[in-house]
Nanobody, 123 residues
Framework: QVQLVESGGGLVQPGGSLRLSCAAS????????MGWFPQAPGKEREFFSA????????ISADFVRGRVTVSRDNAKNTVFLQMNSLKPEDTAVYYC????????????????WGQGTQDTVSL
């Protein structure tokens, strides 16, 4: 089992930035990749960006490229999501997830999920 805990969410004004963290514990050696999936009110959870645990390869959705940076600290078993130029439509609960097998975009591939952290972009 892998346990994931997100932190860093909050209220930010449009155009601002947020840095989210996701700390992993448990059988972290079994993780192949970790991803970020926001879920806006009334919408399904969608893929944002993900990083391969070994090597650091990153994939991102087209609509976030240039505004989002994913990084990891292997020593601390932590993944970060840096978001810039935030828009009100970025308001969502942001979940991190771990996939033991692949670096992918589908939620179905991610076996472990955190509890989510709320990000609100508003004046």
């Amino acid at each position: 089992q892998v346990q994931l805990v997100e932190s860093g969410g909050g209220l930010v004004q449009p155009g601002g930035s947020l840095r989210l963290s996701c700390a992993a514990s448990g059988r972290t050696f079994s993780m192949y990749a970790m991803g970020w999936f926001p879920q806006a009110p009334g919408k399904e959870r969608e893929f944002f960006s993900a990083i391969r645990w070994s090597g650091g390869t990153v994939i991102s959705a087209d609509f976030v490229r240039g505004r989002v940076t994913v990084s990891r600290d292997n020593a601390k078993n932590t993944v970060f999501l840096q978001m810039n130029s935030l828009k009100p439509e970025d308001t969502a609960v942001y979940y991190c997830a771990a996939d033991p097998h692949r670096l992918g975009v589908a939620t179905e591939g991610y076996d472990y999920w955190g509890q989510g952290t709320q990000d609100t972009v508003s004046l």
